[in-house]
């Protein structure tokens, strides 16, 4: 597994007399072009239900070579008349030596390769994948990590929070994670001190109702580490844009908010 | 060929505008940006091409708008897999901004910046003949921020992330350099048809 932190060259600063919306946020890790190009047969060794709308999919990939928590992966179904479907998907687990990978997959309405997977599948199919994709969402758990996620956009978020556990690393971790309600929470048993829960439906008694706010994001960045905050904020479009602009808000500067969006 | 069990995929229909291991989004345009999506007025706006031409020159607003006008009918292609069929985007084709900086005939390649400091690199040839523009209207409507308004530049027929939201300039080499996704792992063209996604693609 590589985890060389790079910088990125090619991203000068913004153009002559522009505003201050100042991005060009570096890569994180350099991203081997072999491994990326290669499709490997995995396959689903295990199904765990995590809530009634998501479940994770355990996949054998024996030839893994191994990935950075937040990268994705491109998943393939092939149909028997050649008709083949690509999907991204975050790889949920955090690196190690197993050579499994979870992902953890939304039953999307009408979706074509999450149906499949929450339908369809059992422990033995084969699937293809190749990966880790992408040095941008990567945390290799180096810096202290502020993350920000709804819905499945805790899945690549829980592989930093997981990556730290294992390695017992004492770098600052803290999760703000939005969901409908307790049962909708994905990995709700496995969130520890590091993670609040907003929810914005249904709330056990006496925990407040309703969207992710100014409220939430405040305390988290009035106490700033040692060199500040890494924030990383996945989720719908609509939860992105609104997330990033109550960090933005909050004082984070721009240049260091990662996000990942899916529509 | 490695065929999934139990798997059909959705009714379909062959469309032969449809890249490989593409989708139809239908209505859908989702919104991939890495980055804040910046507060970005027209007023605040500008374009520049500088490198190796013989005129750098910059645009602001009213005078790119001053450029003959240019629509671009058709289709676009993500990387993630989705395309959208017949979208139409409205503004300026690129070659007469060209015509204006007059490049150099040692200019091969074109580093493309936004606002936000987005970098995406292109061959120059696939931003002239009528194939890339800066456009501003989409639907006859303002450009969304969140799809890049005020102003992207659109080279259709290459994977989107070549079309550089909140566009702030070229800048033209006489070599190849990486810019933001192709540092980080995704193909140096970006050719939809033949599914150049990643490095080594």
């Known amino acids: ?263 | 060929m490695n065929v999934t069990r139990g798997f059909t995929g959705r009714p379909r229909v062959h469309n032969p505008g449809l890249p490989p291991g593409q989708y139809d989004a239908g209505e859908d345009w989702p919104v991939l940006s890495a980055e804040v999506t910046p507060d970005l007025t027209a007023a605040d706006w500008s374009f520049r091409i500088d490198g190796l031409v013989e005129r750098p020159h910059t645009w602001d607003w009213d005078a790119a708008h001053a450029l003959p006008e240019s629509a671009y009918d058709g289709d676009i292609h993500c990387v993630t897999g989705w395309s959208k069929f017949g979208v139409r985007f409205g503004g300026v084709s690129l070659d007469a901004f060209f015509h204006v900086v007059r490049p150099h005939v040692s200019a091969t390649h074109v580093i493309a910046r936004s606002h936000t400091g987005y970098t995406t690199n292109l061959p120059l040839a696939d931003l002239t003949g009528g194939r890339a523009w800066i456009v501003w209207a989409y639907g006859g409507e303002p450009l969304p921020a969140e799809h890049g308004g005020p102003a992207r530049l659109l080279v259709p027929h290459l994977y989107f992330w070549k079309s550089a939201k909140w566009i702030a300039g070229l800048t033209l080499l006489d070599h190849d350099e990486p810019g933001f996704w192709e540092g980080n792992g995704y193909h140096e063209r970006g050719n939809p048809w033949e599914e150049q996604r990643y490095s080594g693609d």
């Open chain 1, 1 to 263: 597994m590589t985890e060389t932190v790079t910088t990125n060259p090619g991203a000068p600063a913004g153009g002559p007399g522009g505003p201050a919306t100042r991005f060009a946020v570096p890569g994180r890790i350099a991203v081997s072009e072999r491994v990326a190009a290669v499709w490997q047969t995995a396959t689903l060794a295990e199904i765990r239900r995590e809530t009634p709308h998501a479940a994770t999919f355990r996949l054998a990939v024996p030839d893994w070579a191994g990935h950075v928590p937040g990268q994705h992966l491109l998943l393939r179904l092939t149909a028997a008349d050649g008709y083949v479907a690509q999907r991204h998907y975050s790889i949920a687990s955090a690196p190690d030596d197993s050579g499994h990978i979870e992902l953890t997959l939304d039953h999307v309405p009408d979706g074509e390769v999450s149906g499949w997977f929450h339908t369809v599948a059992r422990p033995g199919d084969t699937v293809e994948v190749r990966g880790p994709l992408s040095g941008f969402f990567a945390w290799p758990g180096d810096r202290p990590a502020l993350l920000i996620g709804a819905g499945s956009g805790i899945v690549p978020l829980m592989s930093m929070v997981r990556h730290r556990r294992r390695r017992a690393l004492t770098v600052p971790l803290r999760m703000l994670v939005s969901a409908r309600g307790p049962e909708e929470l994905i990995y709700a048993s496995e969130l520890g001190a590091e993670t609040t829960p907003v929810f914005t439906r249904t709330a056990p008694q006496g925990v407040p109702v309703g969207r992710m706010t100014a409220a939430h994001v405040a305390p988290l960045l009035a106490e700033q580490p040692s060199g500040g905050w890494e924030a990383y904020v996945c989720g719908s479009n609509g939860f992105a844009e609104h997330a990033s602009r109550l960090l933005v808000a909050a004082g984070q500067p721009v240049d260091r908010i990662r996000i990942e969006r899916f529509g």
